[in-house]
């Protein structure tokens, strides 16, 4: 059974960071895409950022220059730095993973999801 865990939310001011991990197990994705997707209260979950398994990285536009994705494969370890933390960052943040290299900006599309991990940005 494969199980993604996130870590590193918590409440922050605005303006300040959190770096975010997802410890996959079960199964390796070095080579296979994963992402970071959030959800705020009463909205969809949208897309945030993306890395395939080749490494090259998607950013929603909101968030683009803010955040960074990267992932250490010798670990298996998904990562999401965040800076300049805005009130509307504020959100359930999701680590996902699909069996295939090309990453998308589609939550359908992924196939194993962690829990979550609260960020909330205080002003």
């Known amino acids: 059974q494969v199980w993604l865990v996130e870590s590193g939310g918590g409440l922050v001011q605005a303006g300040g960071s959190l770096r975010l991990s997802c410890a996959p197990s079960?199964?390796?994705?070095?080579?296979?895409?994963m992402g970071w997707f959030r959800q705020a209260p009463e909205k969809e979950r949208e897309f945030v950022s993306a890395?395939?398994?080749?490494?090259?990285?998607y950013y929603a536009d909101s968030v683009k220059g803010r955040f960074t994705i990267s992932r250490d494969n010798a670990q298996n370890m998904l990562y999401l730095q965040m800076n300049s933390l805005k009130i509307e960052d504020t959100a359930v943040y999701y680590c996902?993973?699909?069996?295939?290299?090309?990453?998308?900006?589609?939550?359908?599309?992924?196939?194993?999801w962690g829990q979550g991990t609260q960020v909330t940005v205080s002003s």
């Open positions: 996902a993973a699909r069996p295939f290299p090309m990453a998308t900006m589609e939550p359908a599309s992924y196939n194993y």
């Open positions: 079960g199964r390796t994705f070095s080579r296979s895409a």
């Open positions: 890395i395939s398994g080749s490494g090259s990285t």
